[in-house]
């Protein structure tokens, strides 16, 4: 067997952290893709603003929670928090783009990438074996 295979069992605090954590940016992924589905008229006008095309709304909001749905479920977790990356460095270099506040607007979805990693981080000991954090 692999040491891999062999990671220790999460303790129950650390893996009530994890869920605690990870349910954060599930909501505000969830929230922030419904409200691109829905076609919202604060969310037309910040695409306009951005330069995207008002029709894309829909789609970007449909690949926001397919993402979310693939992170939420546990098997395929990390290949969600993967797209999720992905998915927010869009936002960060559409952000870089317009010149928006650094700390407020720009990384902000850095931050909750943060939550993302960090969720599924506490939550799965294979991640912690291969990605270990010395202090």
């Known amino acids: 067997m692999t040491a891999l295979s062999q990671a ?8 009530v952290a994890g869920r605690v954590i990870t349910v954060l940016p599930i909501l505000f992924l969830v929230f922030d893709g419904t409200m691109k589905v829905m076609r919202i008229k604060p969310v037309l006008d910040a695409f306009a603003q951005s330069g995207w095309s008002r029709s894309l ?4 909001g449909a690949i926001l929670l397919i993402c979310v749905v693939i992170y939420a479920v546990p098997r395929t977790a990390v290949l969600g928090a993967i797209l999720l990356t992905g998915y927010l460095g869009g936002a960060v270099a559409t952000n870089v783009r ?3 506040p650094l700390f407020s607007t720009t990384l902000f979805p850095i931050y909750v990438g943060i939550f993302v990693w960090a969720g599924i981080f506490l939550r799965e ?3 912690r074996a291969l990605i270990p954090l010395r202090v």
């Open 8 to 15: 220790a069992p999460v303790p129950r605090r650390t893996l």
């Open 57 to 60: 709304a829909p789609v970007v």
């Open 98 to 100: 317009l010149e928006m």
């Open 125 to 127: 000991p294979r991640l």
